[in-house]
């Protein structure tokens, strides 16, 4: 008999009761025809009834564990699906039902494909977050200065609890600071940089050298990427800071030197030649530390040559200063006589001349001094000039009037002799200016007294003052009039006495007459009356002291050439005593007769 078999499609229970039905029949009839015992056959049957349960108890606990399997599946699911939710910081999935029905294979099957799309956007966010949080450490080490620096993104531990796009973004926002500051140091650096390289171009070093020991990776030639970290940029500023000191310092000396190579050109009146091999570093002068950016403009050489030619000038100072010295000297005494004023002592110059020689004397201030005196001797020099032009005028006039006064003493003047016309027209042009005199004088006299006040000193002409040589010309020109009177009256007593005498000769002997005339003649007053005695006398002492009329108005300034060199401080009551003193000696000694 053979195996049962169940139609296709019927799978169910009834289907396995009736083929067990149909299998037991089948079993009866066997046991039939065999005449099995009914006792074995409830045997049979009974073990029958224990396996069928044994197999169904089997499948059903399979069945049981299959379902609690794909329910722990359905729940992990769930669970990893709402942890990714989080994690990724969404709250739901679109397409995604809220609730989910149907069977447990139903339910997932529905899940699944949320859970592995959710799975791919964890995985590309987690390379998000790594990637930017990589570029972060790469660029938080390259600030650090780490030289080293592993930029594979598996070191990169990702926090993947947190991988929402708000944490995402502060990542970015990090990263973007951590840009911008890379940036700012990147710019920093090549400001120090380019701040090297033109210090080192002005002071005339080795730009590359000095980056260089900063740091390796600061130079080009290096090939790696630059340090950017805190040490680096304090160490490129201090750098910066000492190359800018050392401009300072050097232009500071260089001003120094271009000072004393200024003052010693002044001093020793240095050509322009000499000057213009160092007017580049006379230009430096002017400008300031932030000005100056030339290259090679504050080299050691350049000062080293400046200092060379500030030692050699200063070698060759002492003996110029001398010569300089001198001629300035010279140029003071030329205005001074120029002008008739009076002129420095020889010993004082003498001690500054020794104070040359042994270097003991600040030369600027010795030339500058001098050079004070010479314009104060000049703007004094301005001021005397009107007076000089009227003293000039005086001292002619004068002269031609001492000439005038030996001309009229002269009695062969009108005989006819060579020449004699001549000096008859220069007496005649001589008398004019002498009418002039005293007017001449007199504005004179203004001006010196106007001068002197404002100037509040007296006006001295070759160390004598003007106004006592004024008023002692017009006592003595005062006096020579008042003796010209004298004289005139003398000669009218004189004639009046020829006149008596030739009356009183008329009345005696011929003899007696011509005695008496032979006597006048020959000088001889014994017999004359006193009052005729007294009148020779006077003609005779007034004749003998001619000379010294002459003389007299140029006493003072005899005086004072010989007492020239010294310094003449006019005392209160000098012009006083001055005219009591010419008024003495005009008493004593009587002018010559005018015409």
Same mark, same amino acid.
């Given at each position: 008999?053979?195996?049962?078999?169940?139609?296709?499609?019927?799978?169910?229970?009834?289907?396995?009761?009736?083929?067990?039905?149909?299998?037991?029949?089948?079993?009866?009839?066997?046991?039939?025809?065999?005449?099995?015992?009914?006792?074995?056959?409830?045997?049979?049957?009974?073990?029958?009834?224990?396996?069928?349960?044994?197999?169904?108890?089997?499948?059903? @606990?399979?069945?049981?564990?299959?379902?609690?399997?794909?329910?722990?599946?359905?729940?992990?699911?769930?669970?990893?699906?709402?942890?990714?939710?989080?994690?990724?910081?969404?709250?739901?999935?679109?397409?995604?039902?809220?609730?989910?029905?149907?069977?447990?294979?139903?339910?997932?099957?529905?899940?699944?494909?949320?859970?592995?799309?959710?799975?791919?956007?964890?995985?590309?966010?987690?390379?998000?977050?790594?990637?930017?949080?990589?570029?972060?450490?790469?660029?938080?080490?390259?600030?650090?200065?780490?030289?080293?620096?592993?930029?594979?993104?598996?070191?990169?531990?990702?926090?993947?609890?947190?991988?929402?796009?708000?944490?995402?973004?502060?990542?970015?926002?990090?990263?973007?600071?951590?840009?911008?500051?890379?940036?700012?140091?990147?710019?920093?650096?090549?400001?120090?940089?380019?701040?090297?390289?033109?210090?080192?171009?002005?002071?005339?070093?080795?730009?590359?050298?000095?980056?260089?020991?900063?740091?390796?990776?600061?130079?080009?030639?290096?090939?790696?990427?630059?340090?950017?970290?805190?040490?680096?940029?304090?160490?490129?500023?201090?750098?910066?800071?000492?190359?800018?000191?050392?401009?300072?310092?050097?232009?500071?000396?260089?001003?120094?030197?271009?000072?004393?190579?200024?003052?010693?050109?002044?001093?020793?009146?240095?050509?322009?030649?000499?000057?213009?091999?160092?007017?580049?570093?006379? @230009?430096?002068?002017?400008?300031?530390?932030?000005?100056?950016?030339?290259?090679?403009?504050?080299?050691?050489?350049?000062?080293?040559?400046?200092?060379?030619?500030?030692?050699?000038?200063?070698?060759?100072?002492?003996?110029?200063?001398?010569?300089?010295?001198?001629?300035?000297?010279?140029?003071?005494?030329?205005?001074?006589?120029?002008?008739?004023?009076?002129?420095?002592?020889?010993?004082?110059?003498?001690?500054?001349?020794?104070?040359?020689?042994?270097?003991?004397?600040?030369?600027?201030?010795?030339?500058?001094?001098?050079?004070?005196?010479?314009?104060?001797?000049?703007?004094?020099?301005?001021?005397?000039?009107?007076?000089?032009?009227?003293?000039?005028?005086?001292?002619?006039?004068?002269?031609?009037?001492?000439?005038?006064?030996?001309?009229?003493?002269?009695?062969?003047?009108?005989?006819?002799?060579?020449?004699?016309?001549?000096?008859?027209?220069?007496?005649?042009?001589?008398?004019?200016?002498?009418?002039?005199?005293?007017?001449?004088?007199?504005?004179?006299?203004?001006?010196?007294?106007?001068?002197?006040?404002?100037?509040?000193?007296?006006?001295?002409?070759?160390?004598?003052?003007?106004?006592?040589?004024?008023?002692?010309?017009?006592?003595?020109?005062?006096?020579?009039?008042?003796?010209?009177?004298?004289?005139?009256?003398?000669?009218?007593?004189?004639?009046?006495?020829?006149?008596?005498?030739?009356?009183?000769?008329?009345?005696?002997?011929?003899?007696?007459?011509?005695?008496?005339?032979?006597?006048?003649?020959?000088?001889?007053?014994?017999?004359?009356?006193?009052?005729?005695?007294?009148?020779?006398?006077?003609?005779?002492?007034?004749?003998?002291?001619?000379?010294?009329?002459?003389?007299?108005?140029?006493?003072?300034?005899?005086?004072?050439?010989?007492?020239?060199?010294?310094?003449?401080?006019?005392?209160?009551?000098?012009?006083?005593?001055?005219?009591?003193?010419?008024?003495?000696?005009?008493?004593?000694?009587?002018?010559?007769?005018?015409?």
């Amino acid at each position: 008999m053979g195996s049962f078999q169940a139609p296709p499609g019927m799978r169910s229970s009834a289907l396995l009761e009736t083929s067990c039905g149909y299998l037991l029949q089948e079993l009866q009839m066997i046991w039939n025809e065999v005449g099995e015992d009914q006792s074995e056959r409830e045997k049979v049957l009974l073990e029958l009834e224990q396996e069928c349960l044994e197999v169904y108890r089997r499948k059903v @606990d399979r069945a049981n564990m299959s379902r609690a399997r794909l329910h722990q599946e359905l729940a992990e699911s769930e669970a990893g699906f709402t942890h990714l939710l989080l994690s990724l910081g969404e709250r739901s999935l679109p397409g995604r039902p809220e609730k989910m029905s149907g069977t447990i294979k139903q339910q997932l099957d529905s899940i699944t494909p949320a859970l592995r799309e959710m799975r791919l956007r964890k995985e590309e966010r987690v390379n998000q977050f790594r990637a930017v949080q990589g570029q972060i450490q790469k660029i938080s080490a390259e600030i650090a200065g780490q030289s080293e620096y592993d930029d594979s993104i598996t070191n990169v531990k990702v926090n993947e609890n947190d991988l929402s796009l708000k944490k995402l973004e502060e990542y970015q926002n990090e990263l973007q600071r951590l840009h911008n500051e890379k940036n700012n140091r990147l710019q920093q650096v090549e400001k120090y940089i380019a701040a090297v390289h033109d210090l080192s171009a002005t002071l005339g070093m080795e730009s590359s050298m000095i980056i260089t020991k900063v740091h390796p990776s600061l130079n080009e030639l290096c090939g790696i990427s630059k340090n950017i970290s805190d040490s680096i940029l304090a160490k490129l500023n201090s750098t910066v800071e000492s190359l800018q000191e050392e401009k300072q310092k050097r232009l500071e000396k260089l001003h120094q030197l271009c000072k004393a190579l200024k003052n010693l050109w002044s001093l020793m009146d240095t050509s322009y030649g000499d000057r213009y091999l160092f007017s580049h570093v006379i @230009d430096q002068l002017s400008v300031s530390s932030a000005e100056v950016s030339d290259p090679g403009s504050l080299t050691l050489d350049i000062i080293q040559q400046a200092e060379a030619e500030v030692k050699r000038l200063d070698q060759l100072k002492a003996s110029k200063m001398k010569e300089l010295f001198l001629k300035k000297q010279n140029e003071l005494e030329e205005i001074c006589n120029k002008s008739h004023m009076e002129i420095p002592s020889r010993s004082e110059m003498e001690n500054i001349l020794n104070l040359i020689n042994t270097g003991e004397i600040d030369y600027a201030e010795l030339l500058m001094s001098i050079d004070e005196q010479i314009s104060r001797a000049k703007e004094e020099a301005s001021s005397r000039k009107s007076i000089m032009k009227k003293v000039e005028k005086w001292i002619l006039a004068r002269d031609e009037e001492r000439w005038l006064e030996e001309y009229s003493m002269d009695e062969n003047r009108y005989s006819v002799s060579r020449g004699a016309h001549r000096n008859l027209r220069r007496a005649e042009r001589a008398r004019v200016t002498v009418n002039k005199i005293p007017a001449l004088v007199d504005s004179l006299i203004a001006k010196t007294k106007s001068w002197e006040e404002e100037r509040r000193k007296v006006f001295l002409y070759d160390e004598v003052p003007l106004l006592a040589m004024l008023e002692e010309y017009n006592l003595s020109r005062q006096e020579r009039e008042e003796e010209k009177q004298r004289q005139r009256q003398i000669k009218k007593v004189q004639s009046q006495v020829v006149v008596e005498q030739q009356n009183f000769t008329t009345s005696r002997p011929s003899t007696s007459n011509r005695r008496l005339s032979n006597k006048s003649l020959n000088g001889g007053f014994g017999n004359a009356s006193p009052l005729n005695r007294r009148l020779s006398l006077s003609i005779q002492q007034l004749g003998s002291n001619g000379k010294n009329s002459v003389s007299l108005g140029t006493s003072f300034i005899k005086e004072g050439k010989k007492e020239q060199g010294k310094r003449i401080f006019p005392r209160p009551n000098f012009t006083s005593q001055l005219r009591d003193d010419t008024a003495s000696v005009v008493s004593t000694f009587s002018g010559p007769l005018s015409p």
